[in-house]
């Protein structure tokens, strides 16, 4: 089944302790993606990767790391995670889109994420 | 600041009949743009998208409309379904500069049976 896996779904941690949180896709898409959803702001993209060893900040990247080493990995890296980041965070894949109507992204089941 | 909007957090429609989301965008650059839909406690999926080179895009009950000039563009659902109850975010790209995406702050729409 095509899928995009997210590791953990939920986790509750403390200020300053690093966290990892994985994403792995089954599709063998270049395209991987990391978007954080808070009320009333919808879905912000933190990091993007076009490919293995390529990867871009999207809008709110501060605070957040990520990594690309292999295709199917993308794991978001939160150095010293910090109350703001309190969020629901999702993974997502694609081929590189172009403008092809049936480009589109696969989001994984998101991340529930609070930093006390 | 944000470039894609939907004014509209919330839609209420009677099964059956049409649902119409709007979404406004300010960077004339965004040629592609997508519809997902996201039920609770789900990652969204997507509905449907168009680029910039069409003005219209249908599959099926659902429809997007992309009306350039205005920056604007609408989703329309026919007829609407009870299991349509979700919210909706709109999201566009600018193809040019990479593939950043940018989301809207979505439509919860609720069909009513």
């Known amino acids: 089944e095509a899928q995009v896996t997210q590791n953990p779904r939920y986790l509750i941690t403390v200020t300053g302790k690093k966290l990892t949180v994985t994403c792995s896709q089954n599709m063998n898409h270049e395209y991987m993606s990391w978007y954080r959803q808070d009320p009333g702001l919808g879905l912000r993209q933190i990091y993007y990767?076009?490919?293995?060893?390529?990867?871009d900040k999207g809008d709110v990247p501060e605070g957040y790391k990520v990594s690309r080493k292999e295709k199917r990995n993308f794991p978001l890296i939160l150095e010293s995670p910090s109350p703001n980041q309190t969020s629901l965070y999702f993974c997502a894949s694609s081929f590189v889109l172009g403008l092809a109507d049936t480009d589109t992204q696969y989001f994984g089941p998101g991340t529930r994420l609070t930093v006390l | 600041d944000q470039q894609v909007k939907q004014n509209s957090p919330s839609l209420s429609v009677q099964e059956g009949r049409i649902s119409i989301l709007n979404c406004d965008y300010t960077?004339?650059?965004?040629?592609?743009f997508l519809w997902y839909k996201k039920y609770p406690a789900e990652g969204p999926t997507f509905l449907i998208s168009?680029?910039?080179?069409?003005d219209k895009n249908e599959d099926g009950r659902f429809t997007v409309f992309l009306n350039k000039s205005a920056k604007h563009l609408s989703l329309h659902i026919v007829p609407s379904q009870p299991g349509d109850s979700a919210v909706y975010f709109c999201a566009a790209s600018d193809s040019g500069t990479g593939n950043q995406f940018y989301f809207g702050t979505g439509t919860s729409l609720t069909v009513i049976p």
């Open positions: 960077n004339s650059m965004f040629d592609y």
């Open positions: 990767s076009m490919n293995v060893e390529v990867t």
């Open positions: 168009i680029s910039s080179i069409k």
